[in-house]
């Protein structure tokens, strides 16, 4: 079945650490997206990215970094300079073309510093 | 995109009908309006969209004012596993891959 699959479903990272989170979509779908999510909170927006090799920062880029060499991977790096990089992290895929394309969510990370 | 203004919470017995309300009075012409809803520890899914008519499919029915001011997802009967957080976005037809922008949302819980 086609899906999208983020790993590992828990991280512990210590202050100080960077730390890549993976996602992965076998959906043949062109854009992928990162979101965060803090407790009680809606998803907001980190990195997109519409096609390979291409990519744009959302609303809460900083301290974070991506990458999309391939189509079916979009891996996110939260770097030590990320200040509260505590929060569940969510991928996304979708279709490039069409209003009537929905967003495929991956089960999310959850990532904790100690 | 325009804004949607929905409640914080609702709740709702078990096998009755649930009527999620969503305002948008700033909506465009060419906005669509699209429901996704968060299971707990989950990632969001999609639910159901609209122009102007009311849609229906097998999870839920969108019913739209005439106005489009405002939208009501239904869940016809609501079961423990419809416990979630419900999310009203509006998109504009041509958005592309514009990415979805995520309010808040409803938490609903559903009484046994």
């Known amino acids: 079945d086609g899906g999208i699959t983020q790993s590992p479903k828990y991280l512990f990272r210590k202050e100080g650490q960077n730390v890549t989170l993976s996602c992965e979509q076998n959906l043949n779908h062109d854009a992928m997206y990162w979101y965060r999510q803090d407790p009680g909170q809606g998803l907001r927006l980190i990195y997109y990215s519409q096609i390979v090799n291409d990519f744009q920062k959302g609303d809460i880029a900083e301290g974070y970094s991506v990458s999309r060499e391939k189509k079916e991977s979009f891996p996110l790096t939260v770097t030590s300079a990320q200040k509260n990089p505590t929060a569940f992290y969510l991928c996304a895929s979708s279709q490039r073309e069409g209003q009537n394309y929905g967003y495929t969510f991956g089960s999310g990370t959850r990532l904790t510093v100690v | ?112």
């Open chain 2, 1 to 112: 995109d325009a804004k949607t203004t929905q409640p914080n919470s609702m709740e709702s017995n078990e096998e009755e009908p649930v009527h999620l309300p969503c305002n948008h009075s700033t909506i465009s012409g060419t906005d669509y309006i699209h429901w996704y809803r968060q299971l707990p520890s989950q990632g969001p899914e999609y639910v159901i969209h609209g122009l102007t008519s009311n849609v229906n499919n097998r999870m839920a029915s969108l019913a739209i004012a005439e106005d489009r001011k405002s939208s009501t997802l239904i869940l016809h009967r609501a079961t423990l596993r419809d416990a979630a957080v419900y999310y009203c976005i509006l998109r504009f037809w041509n958005s592309g891959n514009t990415p979805l922008v995520f309010g808040k949302g409803t938490r609903l819980s559903v009484i046994a």
